[in-house]
Nanobody
Framework: QVQLVESGGGLVQAGGSLRLSCAAS????????MGWFRQAPGKEREFVAR????????SYADSVKGRFTISRDNAKNTVYLQMNNLKPEDTAVYYC??????????????WGQGTQVTVSA
């Protein structure tokens, strides 16, 4: 199982951008589809984006399509989430996860500890 550590969160004004990174340790990183999820206060954790093991295929929640881009660098064991045109409703703790299939984390998956993103109006 991989271990995941997120970074790159912070406070940004609406319309701004942030790039989140998720560094993975473990030899099996490139074997897994990876994804990002988020959890806002008082709400359930929700799927944000997924990238296939090769990086060739991506998918997004409707709420972030056209604004967020997920990518990965298997040589660096890192997955990224570029977030543009941020909105206050994007405020949440963002989590990286492995073994992401159909918007969920599979039985072999792992979670990072999360990184806070706050978007001010």
């Amino acid at each position: 199982q991989v271990q995941l550590v997120e970074s790159g969160g912070g406070l940004v004004q609406a319309g701004g951008s942030l790039r989140l990174s998720c560094a993975a340790s473990g030899r099996s990183f490139s074997a897994y589809a990876m994804g990002w999820f988020r959890q806002a206060p008082g709400k359930e954790r929700e799927f944000v984006a997924r990238v296939s093991w090769s990086g060739a295929s991506t998918s997004y929640a409707d709420s972030v399509k056209g604004r967020f881009t997920i990518s990965r660098d298997n040589a660096k064991n890192t997955v990224y989430l570029q977030m543009n045109n941020l909105k206050p409703e994007d405020t949440a703790v963002y989590y990286c996860a492995s073994d992401v299939v159909a918007g969920r984390v599979g039985p072999s998956g792992a979670w990072g500890q999360g990184t806070q993103v706050t978007v001010s109006a």
